[in-house]
Each structure stands twice: as structure tokens, then as C-alpha cells.
């Protein structure tokens, strides 16, 4: 059985996109700058994985009883130095919060479809600012889909994948400039090894100690958990754990899929594994009672979005949530 609460689940759409340029990443028109040269993006092939063929049977359920204006948020479910809530935008009851969370990988790899320019990056940053979108940390999104806590009515969650040393190089200094909190998915051994193309453990640090970044698991050797041995499983779940402990003082509490690959088996294992929550690369909106814990929706964003498709996140896609799933007020007293 799994641990993860079961009153959350629900299908969900995909994002459709052609990814045959993402299996050859690392043009050779790509510019490289300062930064270490980043591998080839199979690192990063979370993009519309296919769906679980679980999904079907998931039965979705009455969302949990939202919690009044004055609800505190109780303990945060990923590692992170997270202050007490407070909003720039005002909160609104739970059942009219939409949220999308962004999933990022690398940055200024010229025409590599999963890289992202600085450039465009700060654009889209600076757009959730003008445009009333709360930037939130992971462990609050978490809390609301909990129940636990009320958020305003739009609202992201920026998430970085792998550890890539682009993300401190590039992406760091904007979200630190414009006080933007994020989440950063580490992949344990890439790190460990040193690579090249990797941040190392004390830039980890630097980031975990600003109080604006929360650490996810990305898995140890960032193998799919569909159909994977129980034996490999329990490495990618419980070393890359222990090793954040070791190497940064933090015991994640969130699980990144690699390749974004799951099943219900790979879902239940992360809930056993001690996990509150686990999500997903299937590219779809957020409300309260529309997704499994175990299964939450991140939305990729390319090289080739214009700011004219990253503003429909946070407009037309919002309504894209099929209404049988959305939540209902709660009746008057």
C-alpha cells in the first residue's frame, strides 16, 4: 500500500512537443561561455514521459477541508530554510488557487531544446513579478495540496533539475536579484563524482544556506523508477537521502522522478521510502484534490518558448484542468 495520502489523484493532460532534437543536445552552434561545458541532455529527458498506465485506475476524491484565513502551515515537507508564510499577493479560499509548477534544467546552451537563455530566463522571472503570479516555495505548494495551508489565487513553483553548474552560474544570480525562492532537484552521484558539468557540494550549500532554495531528490544515478529492480530503486531513494545529509545537512522530503519515469509500483516505494511527495514532468495545471501526492505535474519549459507561450501558463492553461476534477466552494455555513 502506499503511504502517500490518497485523497489527491486525478488524470491529467500532456504537453505535447516533438523531442527528437533533445535526444542529440550539445549543437555545435551552441555558444559556450564561462560556465563548465554541460553533457548531453539524456540527463534530461523528463519532457512529456509517457504516462503511467496506472494512471487509469486512480479514482479521484473529494479534495481535503481547506483550512480558515488565520491557518498557520505546519512543517515543511521539503528540506529548505523557509520563512513564515507571508504573500505579496492576497490568499483566497483554497478551491480558486491554480498553480503550475516550472521545470527547468540548464541554461545558455545556445539552441539546446532543454536549456534555457539567461536572457529569455529573467524575462519570465520578471513577468511572474508584473503580472500578480506568487512565486512560492515547494514545501508551501505542498502544504495547500495537504490542506494545510490557503495561497493566492496564481501561483508558481520554479523547480531546477539535475544540479547542473549552469543553474549557479546563470539562473542563481537572477532569482537571488529579484528574491524569487526555487527548488533545486540534486542528482547525488553526478555531484559526487565531480563532474564537470555538475555544481559541487559546497556551491549546493551556498545555495541551501540563502534561505531561498529548497533541496528535492533527483534519484543517486538518475535511473527511471518504471520497472526498476527494488534493489536499484532503494539506491536512488535511500542513498541519494543520506548522501544530502551527509554532504549538505538536509533530509529532502521530495522526490523529482529522473526521465520522469513512474509507475504505481515506483510511486508506492517513494511513499515507503519516507517521501511526502514526489512529482512528475507531465506538463499540466494544479488545483487542490486534482492530483496524487505521489504524482504532481511539473510543466518544462524550452529553449524555443516565447513569452507569449510562458504567459499561457499562468492563463489559458489554468483553464485546461477538466471541470468534473475541479474543487468545489466550501457551502456557506
Not at 84 to 110: K, N, S, W
Not at 140 to 147: D, E, I, K, P
Not at 297 to 321: C, E, H, K, Q, W
Given at each position: 500500500?502506499?503511504?502517500?495520502?490518497?485523497?489527491?489523484?486525478?488524470?491529467?493532460?500532456?504537453?505535447?512537443?516533438?523531442l527528437?532534437s533533445?535526444?542529440?543536445l550539445?549543437?555545435a552552434?551552441?555558444?559556450?561561455?564561462s560556465?563548465p561545458?554541460?553533457?548531453?541532455?539524456?540527463?534530461?529527458?523528463?519532457?512529456s514521459?509517457?504516462?503511467s498506465?496506472?494512471?487509469?485506475?486512480?479514482?479521484?476524491?473529494s479534495?481535503?477541508?481547506?483550512?480558515?484565513?488565520?491557518a498557520?502551515?505546519k512543517?515543511?515537507?521539503?528540506?529548505?530554510?523557509?520563512?513564515?508564510?507571508t504573500?505579496?499577493?492576497?490568499?483566497?479560499?483554497?478551491?480558486?488557487?491554480?498553480?503550475?509548477?516550472?521545470?527547468?534544467?540548464?541554461?545558455?546552451?545556445?539552441?539546446d531544446?532543454?536549456s534555457?537563455?539567461?536572457?529569455n530566463?529573467?524575462?519570465?522571472?520578471?513577468?511572474?513579478?508584473?503580472?500578480?503570479?506568487?512565486?512560492v516555495h515547494?514545501?508551501?505548494l505542498?502544504?495547500?495540496?495537504?490542506?494545510?495551508l490557503?495561497?493566492p489565487?496564481r501561483?508558481?513553483v520554479?523547480?531546477?533539475?539535475?544540479?547542473?553548474?549552469?543553474?549557479y552560474?546563470?539562473?542563481w544570480?537572477?532569482?537571488?536579484?529579484?528574491?524569487?525562492?526555487?527548488?533545486?532537484?540534486i542528482t547525488?552521484?553526478?555531484?559526487?563524482?565531480?563532474?564537470?558539468?555538475?555544481?559541487?557540494?559546497?556551491?549546493v550549500?551556498?545555495?541551501?544556506?540563502?534561505?531561498?532554495?529548497?533541496?528535492?531528490?533527483?534519484?543517486?544515478r538518475?535511473?527511471?523508477?518504471?520497472?526498476?529492480?527494488?534493489r536499484?530503486?532503494?539506491?536512488?531513494?535511500?542513498?541519494?537521502?543520506s548522501l544530502?545529509?551527509?554532504?549538505?545537512?538536509?533530509?529532502?522530503?521530495?522526490?523529482?522522478?529522473?526521465l520522469?519515469?513512474?509507475?504505481?509500483?515506483?510511486?508506492?516505494?517513494v511513499?515507503?521510502?519516507?517521501?511526502?511527495?514526489?512529482?512528475?514532468a507531465?506538463g499540466?495545471?494544479?488545483a487542490?484534490g486534482?492530483s496524487h501526492?505521489?504524482?504532481v505535474?511539473r510543466?518544462?519549459?524550452?529553449?524555443?518558448d516565447?513569452?507569449?507561450?510562458?504567459?499561457?501558463f499562468?492563463?489559458?492553461?489554468l483553464?485546461?484542468?477538466?471541470?468534473?476534477?475541479?474543487?468545489?466552494?466550501?457551502p456557506?455555513?
Amino acid at each position: 500500500m502506499s503511504v502517500f495520502p490518497a485523497s489527491l489523484c486525478g488524470p491529467w493532460l500532456k504537453r505535447s512537443v516533438i523531442l527528437a532534437s533533445v535526444l542529440a543536445l550539445g549543437c555545435a552552434g551552441s555558444q559556450r561561455v564561462s560556465p563548465p561545458e554541460e553533457p548531453p541532455s539524456e540527463l534530461a529527458r523528463e519532457v512529456s514521459p509517457e504516462r503511467s498506465s496506472s494512471a487509469s485506475t486512480l479514482k479521484p476524491s473529494s479534495p481535503p477541508e481547506p483550512p480558515g484565513p488565520e491557518a498557520a502551515p505546519k512543517l515543511a515537507t521539503v528540506a529548505g530554510k523557509i520563512p513564515a508564510a507571508t504573500f505579496t499577493h492576497p490568499i483566497v479560499d483554497a478551491h480558486r488557487t491554480r498553480a503550475v509548477v516550472l521545470l527547468y534544467h540548464g541554461f545558455d546552451r545556445g539552441s539546446d531544446p532543454l536549456s534555457v537563455s539567461s536572457s529569455n530566463f529573467k524575462q519570465q522571472m520578471q513577468w511572474l513579478k508584473d503580472n500578480r503570479v506568487e512565486v512560492v516555495h515547494l514545501s508551501q505548494l505542498v502544504s495547500f495540496l495537504r490542506g494545510e495551508l490557503l495561497l493566492p489565487e496564481r501561483v508558481a513553483v520554479v523547480s531546477m533539475d539535475d544540479g547542473m553548474s549552469s543553474v549557479y552560474h546563470r539562473a542563481w544570480p537572477i532569482l537571488k536579484q529579484l528574491e524569487l525562492p526555487f527548488s533545486l532537484g540534486i542528482t547525488t552521484g553526478l555531484v559526487e563524482d565531480q563532474k564537470r558539468f555538475t555544481m559541487s557540494w559546497d556551491q549546493v550549500r551556498e545555495l541551501y544556506d540563502s534561505g531561498l532554495v529548497e533541496i528535492a531528490s533527483h534519484g543517486h544515478r538518475h535511473r527511471g523508477l518504471a520497472n526498476l529492480p527494488r534493489r536499484l530503486v532503494d539506491e536512488e531513494l535511500r542513498t541519494s537521502r543520506s548522501l544530502l545529509e551527509q554532504r549538505v545537512g538536509v533530509s529532502p522530503n521530495v522526490y523529482f522522478y529522473p526521465l520522469g519515469s513512474m509507475d504505481r509500483r515506483a510511486r508506492e516505494l517513494v511513499g515507503e521510502a519516507g517521501y511526502d511527495a514526489a512529482f512528475t514532468a507531465t506538463g499540466a495545471p494544479i488545483a487542490l484534490g486534482t492530483s496524487h501526492l505521489g504524482e504532481v505535474p511539473r510543466t518544462s519549459v524550452f529553449y524555443s518558448d516565447s513569452m507569449a507561450r510562458f504567459s499561457y501558463f499562468f492563463r489559458g492553461f489554468l483553464r485546461t484542468i477538466p471541470h468534473h476534477l475541479l474543487p468545489k466552494p466550501a457551502p456557506p455555513e
